[in-house]
C-alpha cells in the first residue's frame, strides 16, 4: 500500500504547530518532488498490486481535483490497482464544497476520512477547528448526496468542554447521520500547543482521565448496540467497512510513504522516513538525490511494536508468529511478564492469540508496554 503525505495545511489546530505555504510555485515544486520520490522508490513494494492508496497529512483537500488525479496517474505508472482498490482521501468539513465533491466523485477516490471532531460548537473552538458544527453536519451530507458512502469521521471525546451528556448528543449525531466508519481518541494536551498554554494559564481545565475513561466506554457499548465493530481501541466500523490502509498497520504488512515526514515499513526489520523539512525534501528530490532516512529494527524493537500494535486490535498478537521470530530471550521474558496478567484476567489467549479483554482497552498501551523489552 501506498501513503502519501500532503504537507499542505490551511490552519493551526490546537494540537498542531505546523503551518505550511500552499502557494502556486511551491505547490507545484512539493508534486512534481513526490512524483519522483515516487519513481525512485517503485521497486521498494515487494507487492506491485495496491489494495490501499491513501492521502493524507495536512490538508489534502486543498489539492485539486486535478492535482489528486495527477498523483493517482503517477502510482499507476509503477503500481497497479486491485480491482476493489481503497483509496482515501482526509478532508476537513469545510473543504468539502459542492464543486471539490462534485468533481471528486469523477476520480477513483472512494473513501473520505473528515475530521469532523465534534458537532458541539465550544469543542471545536477550544481545538481552534475552522469548521463550525453545522458544517461539519453539513459536509458528511453533501459527501454521501455526491455518492460517498464510505465515510470515516474523527470524533475527541474527554474534552473540557465537553461533558458526557454533550458526547451523548456527539454520538447521536454520529448514528443519525449514517456514518459507516469512526476513529475516536481523547483529547491530549501536546507540548508547545495553544491548548497547554490556555491550560497553564487557568484559562481552561485539564482533561480528566476519569471522565475520559467514562467517555470511552460509553462510546464502545453506544456503538456496539447500534451494529458497529469495536477493531482496534479507537476505531469502531460497521460490518464490511475495516480501514484497509490502518488495518494494513496494525497486521504489520509493508506500506510506502511518499512526501515531507513521511513514514515507510519493508513489513521485516527496516522502517524508514523522509526528511520534515519542505525545502529540504524538495531541493534533494529535483536533484534525484534520496530523501530518507532509515533504521534496522533490532528484535528487541521488532517485539515491542508487535506487542504494541497488537494488543489495541480485536486480533491481537499471533503467537505463533511470535514463536517462530524470536529468540528463546525474548520468548522467556514474554512468558515471565505475561504469566501474571493471564492470572489476573488483563490478558487471555483465544485461538493461539494473546489479547486484552475490551473491558481493559481504555488501558491497553499502559498493558502493552509492562510486556516490553527494556534493556
Not at 490552519?11 to 512524483?35: G, I, V
Not at 464510505?150 to 470524533?155: A, E, G, T, V
Request: aromatic letters at 12%.
Amino acid at each position: 500500500m501506498i501513503y502519501i503525505h500532503i504537507p499542505f495545511c490551511k490552519q493551526k489546530c490546537s494540537y498542531c504547530n505546523f503551518h505550511f505555504s500552499t502557494s502556486l510555485n511551491f505547490k507545484d515544486e512539493m508534486l512534481h518532488a513526490m512524483k519522483t520520490e515516487m519513481m525512485l522508490r517503485k521497486d521498494e513494494l515487494r507487492n506491485k498490486a495496491l489494495k490501499s492508496l491513501y492521502f493524507g497529512g495536512g490538508t489534502p483537500s486543498i489539492l485539486s481535483v486535478d492535482e489528486i488525479n495527477s498523483l493517482m496517474d503517477e502510482a499507476l505508472k509503477y503500481f497497479s490497482f486491485e480491482n476493489d482498490i481503497e483509496i482515501t482521501l482526509e478532508a476537513n468539513p469545510d473543504d468539502l464544497d459542492k464543486k471539490f465533491l462534485k468533481d471528486l466523485s469523477g476520480t477513483p477516490v472512494n473513501r473520505l476520512s473528515i475530521g469532523t471532531q465534534s458537532f458541539f460548537e465550544e469543542d471545536l473552538k477550544l481545538m481552534n477547528r475552522a469548521h463550525t458544527a453545522s458544517e461539519a453536519e453539513s459536509s458528511i451530507k453533501r459527501a454521501q448526496d455526491f455518492g460517498f458512502e464510505n465515510l470515516s469521521i474523527d470524533l475527541i471525546y474527554g474534552s473540557p468542554t465537553s461533558n458526557l451528556e454533550i458526547w451523548k448528543e456527539n454520538l447521536n449525531k454520529t448514528i443519525s447521520l449514517d456514518v459507516p466508519h469512526i476513529s475516536s481518541y481523547a483529547l491530549t494536551v501536546e507540548p508547545k500547543t495553544a491548548l497547554e498554554n490556555w491550560i497553564s494559564k487557568g484559562k481552561v481545565i485539564s482533561p480528566k482521565e476519569e471522565e475520559q475513561n467514562r467517555e470511552f466506554y460509553y462510546l464502545s457499548d453506544f456503538l456496539k448496540d447500534h451494529g458497529f465493530e469495536h477493531y482496534e481501541v479507537s476505531n469502531f466500523a460497521k460490518p464490511g467497512f475495516y480501514s484497509r490502509h490502518n488495518s494494513a498497520y496494525w497486521k504489520y504488512q509493508e506500506y510506502l510513504g511518499i512526501g515531507p515526514s513521511a513514514h515507510s515499513y519493508n513489513g521485516f526489520d527496516v522502517r524508514s522516513w523522509n526528511v520534515a523539512n519542505n525545502q529540504q525534501y524538495i531541493k534533494k528530490l529535483l536533484a534525484r538525490n534520496w530523501a530518507k532516512e532509515e533504521e534496522i529494527l533490532s528484535q528487541k524493537d521488532q517485539f515491542n511494536e508487535m506487542i504494541m500494535i497488537g494488543l489495541r486490535t480485536i486480533w491481537g498478537v499471533d503467537l505463533e508468529n511470535l514463536r517462530s521470530k524470536f529468540n528463546d530471550h525474548i520468548l522467556e521474558h514474554f512468558q515471565d511478564e505475561m504469566k501474571p496478567k493471564l492470572e489476573e484476567g488483563i490478558l487471555i489467549i483465544e485461538n493461539d492469540h494473546l489479547k486484552i479483554p475490551e473491558r481493559h482497552w481504555f488501558m491497553a498501551d499502559g498493558i502493552a508496554s509492562d510486556l516490553f523489552i527494556v534493556e
